[in-house]
């Protein structure tokens, strides 16, 4: 493409598909989306029973501490999220070269709850990680 038919206006666009880069980004930005849902699903395991359902039925005794062997598990994945979220957002700020070009917002925004889920984890149940 020469000079004259990019400043006529005229513009021809050379990207077929995404490139590595940008199939990089999206699937790093699920992968920390299913790793934060998976921490959530192992805080809910570890976390204590209260007095509902069958528990209150058939007379059980509820749990009432935290399941401390799953605490560092849920620690080590909010971290893999954090750090596949500052990943996916470097292969994003990669690509924004255009106008056209977009940051992904599921990206911070998972960023986001991953850094504060990780400083309010530390802060709860930081002497009893490890």
């Known amino acids: ?19 590595w880069v940008v199939n990089g980004a999206a699937i790093l930005s699920v ?3 299913i790793v934060a849902f998976t921490v959530l699903l192992v ?10 359902g069958f528990t209150r039925t058939f007379g059980g ?10 605490l560092p598990a849920a620690f080590i994945l909010l971290i893999f999220a954090l750090i ?21 917002k599921s990206i911070l925004i998972i960023g986001a709850f991953t850094f ?10 930081g002497s009893q990680l490890f």
Request: aromatic letters at 12%; proline letters at 3%.
């Open 84 to 104: 596949s979220c500052i990943a996916a957002f470097i292969f994003n700020a990669m690509r924004m070269r255009r106008k056209t070009d977009k940051y992904r």
């Open 43 to 52: 805080l809910e395991m570890a976390s204590p029973d209260g007095m509902e």
């Open 31 to 33: 992968l920390s989306w």
């Open 116 to 125: 504060v889920g990780l400083i309010a984890f530390t802060v709860r149940f």
């Open 1 to 19: 493409m020469n000079e004259k038919t990019e400043r006529s206006g005229s513009f021809h666009e050379r990207r077929r598909q995404a490139d």
């Open 61 to 70: 005794i509820p749990e009432t501490t935290w399941n401390y062997t799953l």
